[in-house]
């Protein structure tokens, strides 16, 4: 394989330190990051919704003023699809943020580098956390045990404790695995995450192309969306965000994901004396 050039995406507070603008390739990109978790404002055009806008005047990121319109049908399956995604705090970092999601029980995936922001932990909590979203009135719960993670791969299986007031990961419906990766030039994605620390968004692209336990993706990411799902268009992962390369914005940009099947496939080797992890996972 080719060694691929690439930067994580899990943003820090500190923009300034950051070297985390959108990667697009505008050919591949058919639909741009917007935010999901807002009420539905459907026009002729389709719903009416915003994404992230890079201010001039300061070189300062907002989290609205970048508007446009998305097909109904897309919006509305971003939106189902987000509440089993969620925004997530490194445990070595408060200030830093990525993405992490249901995968059954109260076990979650996400990136090392979400765990831990330094990438030397890969074994203990710390102050790893997660917040629900407003169906559970946006509440955080906090890490109970990293059962594996993959400093290589850059991926975690999780465990949190459920919230005090009876609010829980295993409330949520956890999604589904692809038993096989679609490649090719034409296979539509979307990535939902929370770009920027801004909240859940998401967008779609299409191109999805093997490097050997990766592959590369199209659809449009921000730093911040490192761990979430890219899903195939039957709603399944495929895939883990990981990384973007150095041309963020060029007909040479591109994403990088870990495929679930090499994900899946670790964890039931690592995992086998864990049948009571395992038996949890949506498989």
Not at 71 to 76: C, L, R, T, V
Not at 91 to 119: I, P, Y
Not at 245 to 272: C, F, H, Q, W
């Amino acid at each position: 394989m080719n060694k691929l050039l690439v930067f994580t995406l899990c943003t820090f507070v500190s923009f300034s330190s950051m070297s985390s603008d959108r990667s697009i390739k505008p050919s591949r990109m058919l639909i741009n990051l917007f935010k999901i978790n807002i009420s539905k404002k459907l026009t002729s055009r389709g719903v009416k919704v915003s994404g992230i806008k890079l201010d001039q005047r300061d070189d300062t990121y907002k989290e609205y003023g970048n508007s446009f319109y998305v097909p109904e049908k897309s919006f509305d399956r971003a939106k189902k699809l987000g509440r089993s995604v969620f925004r997530a705090t490194p445990g070595d970092n408060s200030s830093s943020h990525g993405t992490a999601f249901a995968v059954g029980g109260n076990l979650l995936l996400t990136n090392q580098h979400v765990l831990s922001s330094s990438r030397r932990n890969t074994t203990k909590c710390k102050s790893f956390r997660i917040k629900l979203n407003s169906n559970q009135k946006s509440k955080s719960l906090n890490c109970k045990k990293v059962h594996y993670c993959s400093k290589s791969l850059d991926f975690c299986l999780i465990e949190m404790y459920n919230h005090k007031k009876g609010y829980s990961l295993s409330k949520e419906i956890a999604l589904k695995f692809a038993s096989v990766i679609p490649y090719g030039d034409r296979t539509e994605t979307m990535i939902i995450g929370n770009p920027m620390g801004f909240g859940l968004h998401a967008s779609k692209g299409a191109g999805v192309s093997k490097e050997n336990s990766l592959f590369k993706f199209y659809a449009p990411v921000w730093g911040g969306n490192s761990g979430g799902p890219v899903l195939n268009k039957f709603n399944e992962v495929i895939g883990i965000v990981r990384s973007q390369s150095p041309t963020l914005m060029s007909e040479k940009s591109y994403n990088v994901a870990v495929g679930i099947d090499t994900v899946i496939g670790i964890l039931k080797r690592k995992l086998k004396d864990k049948p009571e992890i395992l038996n949890q996972l949506n498989l």
